[in-house]
């Protein structure tokens, strides 16, 4: 029981110290700019830069939006890239794409909606956070 405890007071304050420094070092990397790209299911003859419907298009000035065909004939893969120095962030660009391709594909904006009878508390508000950020990230 003696080497165990005097293995983990000395292995406890190492790992301690190189997660810290892990952290710190991601702080510090810039976060490089990236392409977001979905596909709607409409053919690319159909589908304008200008003419793009929802909050993709209160964006587009700030943003280069690039259409092209997807392979194999399965419609259009809209591509946005942030140019540096652009006010607009990757969680802003995720939702715009989301919102334009349900438009385009749905003609609606389809939110998540909870039952009328959720109330705040301390054990939800995780959750209510997690699905008011929740179109930001993960997959498109």
């Given amino acids: ?3 165990t405890r005097n293995t983990l007071l000395f ?3 190492l790992a301690a110290g190189a997660a810290a420094v892990a952290v710190v070092r991601r702080r510090k990397a810039p976060v490089p700019r990236r392409r977001h790209v979905v596909t709607v299911y409409k053919p690319l003859a159909e589908l304008e830069v200008t003419q793009l419907p929802g909050s993709l298009h209160e964006i587009a000035d ?3 939006i690039s259409l092209a ?3 194999g ?3 259009t893969e809209i591509a946005v890239r942030i140019p540096d120095g652009s006010p607009v962030g990757d969680g802003e660009v995720r939702r715009a794409l989301r919102e334009t391709r349900s438009l385009i ?3 609606d904006v389809l939110l998540p909606s909870g039952p009328a009878t959720t109330r705040t508390t301390v054990l ?3 959750l209510q956070a997690a699905t008011r950020h929740g179109r930001e990230g993960g997959l498109l």
Avoid: I, K
């Fill in 105 to 107: 594909e749905a003609g």
């Fill in 1 to 3: 029981m003696g080497r």
């Fill in 124 to 126: 939800n508000r995780p």
């Fill in 11 to 13: 292995v406890g304050p």
């Fill in 73 to 75: 004939g399965r419609g």
């Fill in 62 to 64: 700030r943003v280069e």
């Fill in 69 to 71: 065909a997807a392979p």
